[in-house]
């Protein structure tokens, strides 16, 4: 077995030492080089010390030396959130919030809820601007659109249940990333030079990935973020109520009370209110499997599950992946899961979501009913599910390029499935303590009602946004974990992760051929296909189909997993990364 070795763990007293003398800020370049990753192909033993996949392989790295340790998956989970708010600052970090589903090696299922929240003084006119809504892009830059951050909460949460190693001994893999630096990725080159150069919009971090004529630095650079060392350092020795209180706190409701674009009252009291919340977790049967994932306000469970559901009365595994009929059965199942996700999916704490009805498997029939394998529903409507009491309008879906997901397993036989996210690429440009805040209100209906109808997902204060997320975990007949997965990328998340379940349950591919399938997506009459794959060249046969809007779109997907299978007579730990990405699985 390969191991990464770039990075290796510093005793935490030198740690600690080495943390006195921060390096002034600045960048120097070196040459680029590809990030190392662990030949994780032929699988680690489930009695070894377990398994990370993450979407860079230097936060895998983190969690890794968290197993090697004796860690959790738990606490591996979190050492990769903390590192790859380092190294991936445009996805996801601290400034953020996630959904985390853990399972054990019996089976048992929990989940923790740590998505952001709206300030105590959002009202429903929150995007609103002399009576007039702004429009979503607008909407997305300065302080309007950040949420109280859920991460560190949740990490917190999480660490003092199943946590075996130390609180401070998680962040210093981080710490040592932001101090002594990392090297700019072609991703993150790539997203510094987006076209609204939202991760350029503080001065802050203009500083650190721009030179001084406004240009992203160049692939390769290694970066140096002293700042953001201090932060985790204070977070570290003094836990994740600092980040909620005191200085941090003062910082951060600051810097969104006075943005240059769109100020936002966020509070003090705002942040120190914050809690992570324990939520049931979704779970149904998919075939002979049990497939259990987030709950509202993430509509991650229910739309993945409703999705795999709907296709169970079909021969899926005989049609195949090179059948267009299977792709169009996947998009028409699609098309009913999202018709009703957008209906009645919000936060269950402020509005009455129906989740017991959308998960019925009568009402999941009665709805599959309305899918025929040689033609396509002419629209594709929200259902009434037991339960529903109020008629939503429902918004049109918005689609972001941030967010991030990990899997971790240990020597124990637990998984922990983590979806991360600021929301869009270095969410509202905001940049306090060395992080990125997020935008993640802007998942929020900007506009609140349609047709005189108050729509589910609209603002309110202390809400959480609805969320795609869709961090899930699948066991087998037998009751062993069989699949952990996730993905990120909006409101593609349930396409990814349902077609990423489909290829391994149902066509009996690895995770990482699974993955590496191509997405189509359909959330409306609408289909979209991953340009330049063999669904591009479906299109005739969809559009014969009944298909009539179908067009291809450049991949902008990003999925990770670890799945448990029989290699050589002997049961192994195997992990995925999306080759779109720079993912990797990474082994003690």
Same mark, same amino acid.
């Given at each position: 077995?390969?191991?990464?070795?770039?990075?290796?763990?510093?005793?935490?007293?030198?740690?600690?030492?080495?943390?006195?003398?921060?390096?002034?800020?600045?960048?120097?370049?070196?040459?680029?080089?590809?990030?190392?990753?662990?030949?994780?192909?032929?699988?680690?033993?489930?009695? /070894?010390?377990?398994?990370?996949?993450?979407?860079?392989?230097?936060?895998?790295?983190?969690?890794?030396?968290?197993?090697?340790?004796?860690?959790?998956?738990?606490?591996?989970?979190?050492?990769?959130?903390?590192?790859?708010?380092?190294?991936?600052?445009?996805?996801?970090?601290? /400034?953020?919030?996630?959904?985390?589903?853990?399972?054990?090696?019996?089976?048992?299922?929990?989940?923790?809820?740590?998505?952001?929240?709206?300030?105590?003084?959002?009202?429903?006119?929150?995007?609103?601007?002399?009576?007039?809504?702004?429009?979503?892009?607008?909407?997305?830059?300065?302080?309007?659109?950040?949420?109280?951050?859920?991460?560190?909460?949740?990490?917190?949460?999480?660490?003092?249940? =199943? +946590?075996?190693?130390?609180?401070?001994?998680?962040?210093?893999?981080?710490?040592?990333?932001?101090?002594?630096?990392?090297?700019?990725?072609?991703?993150?080159?790539?997203?510094?030079?987006?076209?609204?150069?939202?991760?350029?919009?503080?001065?802050?971090?203009?500083?650190?990935?721009?030179?001084?004529?406004?240009?992203?630095?160049?692939?390769?650079?290694?970066?140096?973020?002293?700042?953001?060392?201090?932060?985790?350092?204070?977070?570290?020795?003094?836990?994740?109520?600092?980040?909620?209180?005191? !200085?941090?706190?003062?910082?951060? $409701?600051?810097?969104?009370?006075?943005?240059?674009?769109?100020?936002?009252?966020?509070?003090?009291?705002?942040?120190?209110?914050? =809690?992570?919340?324990?939520?049931?977790?979704?779970? +149904?049967?998919?075939?002979?499997?049990?497939?259990?994932?987030?709950?509202?306000?993430?509509?991650?469970?229910?739309?993945?599950?409703?999705?795999?559901?709907?296709?169970?009365?079909? !021969?899926?595994?005989?049609?195949?992946?090179?059948?267009?009929?299977?792709?169009?059965?996947?998009?028409?199942?699609?098309?009913?899961?999202?018709?009703?996700?957008?209906?009645?999916?919000?936060?269950?704490?402020?509005?009455?979501?129906?989740?017991?009805?959308?998960?019925?498997?009568?009402?999941?029939?009665?709805?599959?009913?309305?899918?025929?394998?040689?033609?396509?529903?002419?629209?594709?409507?929200?259902?009434?599910?037991? +339960?529903?009491?109020?008629?939503?309008?429902?918004?049109?879906?918005?689609?972001?390029?941030?967010?991030?997901?990990?899997?971790?397993?240990?020597?124990?036989?637990?998984?922990?499935?983590?979806?991360?996210?600021?929301?869009?690429?270095?969410?509202?440009?905001?940049?306090?303590?060395?992080?990125?805040?997020?935008?993640?209100?802007?998942?929020?209906?900007?506009?609140?009602?349609? !047709?005189? =109808?108050?729509?589910?997902?609209?603002?309110?204060?202390?809400?959480?946004?609805?969320?795609?997320?869709?961090?899930?975990?699948?066991?087998?007949?037998?009751?062993?974990?069989?699949?952990?997965?996730?993905?990120?990328?909006?409101?593609?998340?349930? $396409?990814?992760?349902?077609?990423?379940?489909?290829?391994?349950? !149902?066509?009996?591919?690895?995770?990482?051929?699974?993955?590496?399938?191509?997405?189509?997506?359909?959330?409306?009459?609408?289909?979209?296909?991953?340009?330049?794959?063999?669904?591009?060249?479906?299109?005739?046969?969809?559009?014969?189909?009944?298909?009539?809007?179908?067009? $291809?779109?450049?991949?902008?997907?990003?999925?990770?997993?670890?799945?448990?299978?029989?290699?050589?007579? =002997?049961?192994?730990?195997?992990?995925?990364?999306?080759?779109?990405?720079?993912?990797?699985?990474?082994?003690?």
């Amino acid at each position: 077995m390969t191991i990464l070795r770039h990075f290796r763990f510093l005793p935490i007293s030198a740690v600690l030492l080495a943390g006195a003398c921060v390096p002034p800020p600045g960048a120097s370049v070196a040459p680029p080089n590809q990030a190392p990753v662990a030949s994780a192909a032929e699988g680690v033993p489930v009695d /070894g010390r377990g398994l990370v996949s993450a979407a860079d392989a230097r936060a895998a790295e983190a969690g890794v030396q968290m197993l090697r340790l004796g860690g959790s998956a738990t606490d591996a989970a979190i050492a990769t959130m903390l590192a790859l708010t380092v190294v991936e600052p445009q996805s996801s970090g601290i /400034g953020g919030g996630g959904f985390l589903v853990l399972g054990d090696a019996a089976g048992t299922v929990e989940t923790i809820d740590g998505r952001e929240t709206a300030p105590k003084a959002a009202t429903s006119q929150w995007f609103y601007v002399d009576g007039k809504p702004l429009v979503w892009p607008d909407s997305v830059i300065g302080g309007r659109s950040v949420g109280v951050p859920g991460n560190l909460r949740l990490a917190a949460m999480a660490h003092n249940e =199943k +946590g075996r190693i130390a609180w401070r001994t998680l962040f210093q893999p981080a710490i040592k990333l932001a101090r002594d630096g990392f090297e700019i990725t072609p991703r993150l080159r790539s997203m510094l030079s987006a076209a609204n150069r939202t991760g350029a919009f503080d001065p802050a971090a203009q500083a650190l990935f721009y030179d001084t004529a406004g240009e992203p630095l160049p692939v390769g650079t290694v970066v140096r973020n002293p700042t953001l060392a201090a932060t985790l350092e204070s977070i570290a020795a003094r836990g994740a109520d600092s980040f909620y209180t005191g !200085d941090n706190a003062v910082l951060l $409701a600051s810097k969104v009370g006075t943005a240059p674009r769109n100020p936002s009252p966020l509070t003090t009291a705002d942040l120190a209110a914050y =809690k992570a919340v324990k939520r049931d977790a979704v779970c +149904g049967q998919y075939r002979e499997y049990r497939v259990c994932g987030m709950g509202p306000p993430s509509s991650g469970g229910t739309t993945v599950f409703t999705i795999l559901k709907q296709l169970e009365r079909f !021969d899926i595994k005989a049609l195949g992946p090179a059948n267009p009929v299977a792709w169009h059965l996947i998009a028409e199942s699609q098309r009913l899961a999202y018709a009703d996700r957008e209906q009645y999916l919000a936060d269950s704490d402020f509005v009455p979501v129906p989740l017991a009805g959308l998960m019925d498997p009568a009402y999941i029939a009665a709805r599959s009913a309305l899918i025929s394998d040689s033609a396509t529903m002419a629209t594709a409507m929200p259902g009434k599910p037991a +339960g529903a009491k109020l008629a939503f309008a429902r918004p049109a879906p918005q689609e972001e390029h941030g967010t991030t997901h990990f899997v971790t397993v240990d020597r124990w036989g637990n998984a922990a499935s983590y979806t991360s996210t600021i929301e869009g690429p270095f969410g509202s440009g905001l940049m306090v303590g060395g992080y990125y805040l997020n935008n993640e209100l802007t998942d929020f209906n900007i506009v609140p009602d349609k !047709d005189g =109808k108050p729509t589910a997902n609209r603002v309110e204060g202390g809400k959480r946004p609805r969320s795609s997320m869709a961090p899930t975990l699948i066991y087998g007949p037998d009751g062993t974990l069989r699949l952990a997965v996730g993905a990120a990328g909006g409101t593609t998340i349930p $396409a990814q992760v349902a077609k990423a379940i489909i290829g391994v349950l !149902d066509w009996d591919l690895s995770a990482r051929e699974a993955i590496a399938l191509p997405v189509i997506y359909a959330p409306g009459n609408a289909v979209s296909v991953e340009k330049g794959t063999s669904l591009e060249a479906m299109i005739p046969a969809l559009q014969a189909l009944g298909h009539t809007q179908v067009s $291809a779109r450049a991949p902008s997907f990003k999925a990770n997993a670890i799945e448990r299978v029989r290699v050589g007579g =002997k049961w192994v730990w195997r992990g995925a990364a999306d080759p779109r990405s720079e993912g990797a699985a990474v082994a003690p």
